[in-house]
């Protein structure tokens, strides 16, 4: 089971912002700064789109951008272009051994 | 450019084991920085990290898993390898291999930046 709450889906019209949640607890992202987010395409492996919080890979548009406020991490697309349309996952590291790190996913569609 | 390449068995019956390896290219997989690490996707479902190992031979696991999973490497040939023992029908998933950070303490940081393509694997009689 997933640690990390994420709403199923999310939706906007070209050029609007979007943000998605990512909830989790004092043992994950309350705590530390360890949260990422993935773009997934079907059919296709993950992509890294931030790392530790808000750091953007080389090569990852800026119209990307994450945050986190107490146990709740968000990301936004601003912007919005039919290619954003994924489904994103977010992940944290967490003080449980678990290794349910990843968020239940989201699926972004662009109307 | 980092490269990692799962193959092996895409069918495995039930009871049997399923065995995958990730083939690491462009990069040592020795680089003290890093865990490598095994995550697979169920079809029409989420992300599940299944466990990971470092160079050194050092492993961790989910622990709902720890008793049906092994994970090693071989630094000789930039390869490391999942074998799942017993697999039932709910083992069927895209599994991926992937590169992740650490802490410098050793814990396992869920940074994946680098993934394999993934290779589907059915287990099915």
């Known amino acids: 089971q997933s640690a990390l709450t994420q709403p199923a889906s999310v939706s906007g019209s070209p050029g609007q912002s979007i943000t998605i949640s990512c909830t989790g607890t004092?043992?994950?992202?309350?705590?530390?700064?360890?949260v990422s987010w993935y773009q997934q395409y079907p059919g296709k492996a993950p992509k890294l789109m931030i790392y530790?919080?808000?750091i953007r890979p080389s090569g990852v548009s800026n119209r990307f951008s994450g945050s986190k406020s107490g146990n709740t991490a968000s990301l936004t697309i601003s912007g919005l272009q039919a290619e954003d349309e994924a489904d994103y996952y977010c992940?944290?590291?967490?003080?449980?051994?678990?290794?349910?790190?990843f968020g239940t996913g989201t699926k972004v569609t662009v109307l | 450019q980092l490269q990692l390449q799962e193959s092996g068995p895409g069918l495995v019956k039930p009871s049997e084991t399923l065995s995958l390896t990730c083939d690491v290219s462009?990069?040592?997989?020795?680089?003290?920085?890093?865990?490598w690490g095994w995550v697979r996707q169920p079809p029409g479902k989420g992300l599940e990290w299944l466990g990971g190992?470092?160079?050194?031979?050092?492993?961790y696991y989910k622990p709902s898993l720890k008793s049906r999973v092994t994970i090693s490497v071989d630094t000789s040939r930039d390869q490391f390898s999942l074998k799942l023992y017993s697999v039932t029908a709910t083992d069927t998933a895209m599994y991926y291999c992937?590169?992740?950070?650490?802490?410098?303490?050793?814990?396992?940081?869920?940074?994946?930046?680098?993934w394999g393509q993934g290779i589907l694997v059915t287990v099915s009689s």
């Open positions: 992937a590169r992740h950070a650490r802490t410098r303490l050793g814990g396992a940081i869920p940074k994946f930046d680098y």
């Open positions: 462009g990069a040592s997989i020795s680089d003290s920085s890093y865990y």
């Open positions: 190992v470092y160079y050194t031979g050092s492993t």
């Open positions: 004092n043992n994950d992202i309350g705590t530390y700064r360890y």
């Open positions: 530790d919080v808000s």
């Open positions: 992940s944290s590291y967490t003080s449980t051994t678990s290794l349910d790190v």
